[in-house]
């Protein structure tokens, strides 16, 4: 079945840097534009958009409030999708979440906490 399962979330002082993976089985991973998401404590019904890659891994954005600090790609060999998050600030805390999107389907990972402490 389709699965989403992230992880390399943690605890870590501002300034700190960690990198989240996202593995993906259950579908073909390289047809998917990837996003990562994240969803802040008390935001029970918003999640903001982080970072987005397309299908080949050769273009990228983020969003303003990360930009120079994180960075997303991409291992299709590998049905992996990473978020290098860098400079790290207790604003950052939240549940990071990435998603899989190819036309009208779209697959949600179940998250990983990140926390950062000033």
């Known amino acids: 079945q389709v699965q989403l399962v992230e992880s390399g979330g943690g605890s870590v002082h501002s300034g700190g840097s960690l990198t989240l993976s996202c593995a993906a089985s259950?579908?073909?991973?390289?047809?998917?534009?990837m996003r990562w998401y994240r969803q802040a404590p008390g935001k029970e019904r918003e999640r903001d958009l982080v970072a987005t890659i397309n299908t080949d891994g050769d273009s990228t954005n983020v969003a303003d409030s990360v930009k120079g600090r994180f960075t997303i790609s991409r291992d299709n060999a590998k049905n992996t999708v990473y978020l290098q998050m860098n400079s790290l600030k207790p604003e950052d805390t939240a549940v990071y979440y990435c998603?899989?999107?190819?036309?009208?389907?779209?697959?949600w990972g179940k998250g990983t906490l990140v926390t950062v402490s000033s």
């Open positions: 259950g579908f073909t991973f390289s047809n998917y534009l």
């Open positions: 998603r899989a999107v190819y036309q009208s389907l779209h697959y």
